[in-house]
């Protein structure tokens, strides 16, 4: 499976974006996604992520109250809604994917076997 994250964007303290995650390829079996996030010099750090059905979701601490992940998948999409953001938000985000069937999301980078390229989201004080 294919992934392409979009609608990062500099914005400032307290604004909202909405990213997306665009899947082609391989989508006919059940997979997970998660985002993580990458600041500058760190590792990626896991963010959200999604069961293939959309039932079970799971959010770092960091971002709960926040943010809101979702799919669409008839449009095979997955969003990311961020709300509130703040200037430790500023990364660079990448979409991941991951066949399974079950509704337990797990917050592994290891586990993911799909990336996207990333997005860069920038916040301002």
């Known amino acids: 499976v294919q992934l392409q994250a979009s609608g990062g964007g500099l914005v400032q303290a307290g604004d909202s974006l909405r990213l997306s995650c665009a899947a082609s390829g391989r989508t006919g079996p059940r997979y997970a996604v998660g985002w993580f996030c990458r600041a500058q010099g760190k590792e990626h750090v896991f963010v959200a992520g999604?069961?293939?059905?959309?039932?079970?979701?799971y959010y770092a601490d960091s971002v709960k109250g926040r943010f809101t992940i979702s799919r669409d998948n008839a449009k095979n999409m997955v969003y990311l809604q961020m709300n509130s953001l703040k200037p430790e938000d500023t990364a660079v985000y990448y979409c991941a994917a991951r066949f399974s069937a079950s509704q337990t999301v797990v917050t592994g980078r290891r586990y993911y076997a799909y990336w996207g390229q990333g997005t860069q989201v920038t916040v301002s004080s």
């Open positions: 999604i069961s293939f059905s959309g039932n079970s979701t």
